[in-house]
């Protein structure tokens, strides 16, 4: 009995440094047991082990279905993602032919009118507000304005052929028709249309610019000595003289030159071209 203890040593441990049988080394809890009868080693599992966790989350996950119901995939009314590409996608949106570029007469600019409107809406405020004025002052037992009892007395005493009386008709008429004019018309003479390229984008060149921008091709044809251009909606006047090379050589050049610079101005509706090249006149 005493050789056994001396040999586990002061504490009760074996000599190699192992705990009793069925633990490892020292604080590490319990690896391997012998099975009797079978001589092999069984690998003990320690509590809460991977097997135990797996089993906690599969019960929370029964509580959370019995508590919600089964996952049955998004709500019928629930947006669907879309293909980044697909045929309701934007990126393959065609907006169609943008309006002005097809056949048909292009739209032109309309003028906002400011000046004729501020004019005719002070006017017609001004006389309208005085003529209340005066209608409620007789109204309330007051004499009327001077100015109305002697344009009632004078229209009482003039003739309808009166020189004065046609002469005011004549200036009303034309005011009027002046009116009616600004209204109906677009104005902006001086703008022409370029071709649309986008449904939402509308540009237009000034007459002048356009002109100035023929004039710098016409000059670029050899044999061009000096040019003037003029731009109108529906024409395109061109004057050239040349002092060398032959007069149709010069033409055919020029004529090619200005059909090519129409083209890059992007005109709505290409003017024709009226050219005409002479000769410069002799000095002395």
């Given at each position: 009995?005493?050789?056994?203890l ?45 097997t135990a ?34 045929p ?17 007469r ?14 005719v ?7 309208a ?14 004499p009327?304005?001077?100015w ?35 209204a ?49 909606r ?6 050239a ?11 055919a ?7 090519i ?24």
């Open positions: 009995m005493s050789d056994r001396s040999e586990r040593g002061p504490t009760g441990q074996d000599p190699t440094g192992q705990g009793p049988r069925g633990q490892g080394p020292r604080g590490q809890g319990p690896t391997e047991r012998e099975q009797p009868g079978h001589g092999q080693t069984e690998r003990e599992r320690p509590e809460g082990g991977p966790a797996g089993e906690a989350v599969r019960e929370e996950g029964a509580r959370e279905e019995a508590a919600n119901g089964p996952d049955h995939g998004p709500a019928p009314g629930a947006d669907a993602p879309l293909p980044p590409y697909g309701g996608s934007a990126t393959r949106h065609d907006p169609g032919p943008a309006p002005g570029t097809g056949r048909g292009p739209p032109r600019f309309w003028s906002a009118r400011r000046i004729p409107a501020a004019l809406a002070l006017v017609v405020l001004g006389a507000g005085l003529l209340l004025y005066d209608v409620a002052a007789v109204r309330a037992g007051r009327a304005m001077y109305r009892r002697e344009l009632a007395t004078q229209l009482a005493q003039q003739r309808l052929d009166g020189t004065w009386l046609l002469t005011a008709a004549a200036v009303a008429m034309a005011l009027g028709l002046w009116l009616l004019v600004l109906l018309t677009p104005g902006l003479r001086g703008l022409l249309p370029m071709r649309r390229e986008a449904a939402h984008v509308r540009a237009g060149l000034d007459r002048d610019a356009a002109a100035l921008i023929l004039r710098d091709r016409a000059m670029e044809v050899s044999g061009v000595r000096s040019a003037r251009v003029r731009v109108r529906r024409r395109v006047t061109v004057r003289d040349a002092h060398f090379r032959e007069l149709g050589a010069v033409r050049d020029l004529a090619e030159a200005l059909d610079g129409l083209d890059e101005l992007g005109l709505a509706r290409t003017p024709a071209v009226r050219l005409r090249v002479r000769r410069p006149p002799k000095k002395g």
